[in-house]
């Protein structure tokens, strides 16, 4: 674990920053990371001198050396979360502790440094406490942020890279349904794996995202918007989708989710499933064959299934087609459970209901 520091910080202010009304008018429709905020984080890493040079800067372009070693070997590591404006005005993310850890964990896969947990909240509210205003207040709403962090020096050896570093960039994001949450069908992928046994799968790192895009184009090709995979060794267990991890709901009320060493360790997956808890399901993180989802939707003992992920939170599936089978039916509604704890969390996120775990950070005081 790494240790905390004391960081040194200085501002750089924009000076050029957009207009209230250049503002108003993305916040008005913004998509998702399409725009982004006046401001950056940065913060620097060298074997010799630790983390150091803590600043708030300008948003703008990164400027690489060709040798740069991210480019050619690809150590990065990425995390995902939101920040949230509440009916008073009042600025909060949501477990950013679990976020620098996983980051944590990412980073001694990947051979980087690990930044404390204290330097990365800290960071959050570096950037907030200069782009604030671009925090939208409309409902389901929010400011998405992207700490980053990746192998900076100038070096073509194979080894881990001893210049790292870490930015925080901030996309203001608009409700990721624009016509209301619907039920989605997926592809299953039997040619391609996302990782694989003692790979990077537990790991935020592009990589990971990367190797799923040609299976993604797959299921667009087969009418589904997004893709699950099975696991690499036997193929019948399966992982988890593109970017979001699967949960199964039975007709008794336990929850089920896959659980492997390759499979990334979701926040908004871990939350949902205390949710669940706290209303007396019981749930299970065990190994899941294709088998048994498609036997027990056919048997009725499945019922509901759903994604989860920071950015759409909980996406219900209706459907998951395959080359020689499907599972479910497009025209299958969303279920009661996976509603009703989509609700649940994005009433705490957004502070319209208490939040009994303590699960929300200011980041604006």
């Given amino acids: ?41 940065g913060i620097d890493w060298s074997k010799s001198d630790g983390w150091h040079n803590a600043r708030v800067e300008p948003y703008g372009p ?33 477990r950013p502790q679990a976020n620098a850890a996983r980051m944590q964990r990412s980073a001694v896969r990947l051979a980087l440094p690990e930044l404390p947990e204290a330097d990365f909240i800290e ?22 942020l992207r700490p980053f962090m990746f192998a900076r020096e100038s ?30 069908s997926i592809w299953l992928s039997t040619k391609y794996a996302r990782a694989g046994k003692g790979g990077t799968g537990a790991a935020k790192t592009g990589g990971n995202y990367a190797s799923s895009l040609v299976a993604q184009a797959e299921a667009y090709e087969n009418g589904c918007q997004q893709v699950v995979f099975l696991d690499s ?23 089920v989710t896959p659980d492997s060493d390759s499979i990334l360790q979701g926040v908004t997956r871990d939350s949902i499933l205390q949710l669940a808890e706290d209303r007396g399901h019981k749930v299970e993180r065990r190994h899941i064959t294709i088998d048994e ?5 056919a048997s009725g003992d499945i019922v509901e299934m759903f994604a989860c992920g920071t950015a759409a939170v909980v996406t219900p599936i209706a459907q998951l087609k395959a080359a020689d089978f499907t599972i479910g039916s497009a ?35």
Avoid: C
């Fill in 331 to 365: 025209d299958a509604k969303a279920g009661a459970l996976t509603m009703e704890l989509r609700e649940q969390l994005t009433d705490i996120q957004y502070g319209r209901t208490e939040d009994k775990h303590g699960w929300l950070t200011r980041l604006d005081a």
């Fill in 1 to 41: 674990m790494a240790n905390s520091q004391t960081l040194n910080w200085t501002v750089s202010a924009n000076p050029a920053p957009k207009s209230k009304s250049e503002r108003d008018a993305i916040l008005a429709t913004p998509g998702f990371g399409v725009y982004f905020t006046d401001h950056m984080v």
């Fill in 233 to 255: 060794s036997e193929g019948k267990y399966l992982e988890e989708l593109g970017g979001m991890n699967i949960v199964l709901v039975y007709s008794d009320g336990h929850i």
């Fill in 155 to 184: 070096f073509l050896g194979v080894r881990a890279s001893e210049d790292v570093a870490y930015y925080v960039i901030g996309s203001p994001a608009g409700a990721y349904f624009k016509s209301g949450v619907a039920p989605v």
């Fill in 62 to 94: 990164l400027s690489l050396d060709p040798a740069t070693a991210v480019l050619h070997y690809a150590q990065e590591i990425f995390e995902g979360m939101k920040a949230y404006r509440h009916a008073d005005n009042s600025i909060w993310t949501f």
């Fill in 293 to 297: 989802w498609r036997d027990g939707v």
């Fill in 123 to 144: 960071s959050l509210r570096r950037l907030i406490s200069a782009d604030a205003d671009w925090v939208p207040s409309a409902p389901e709403t929010s400011l998405y």
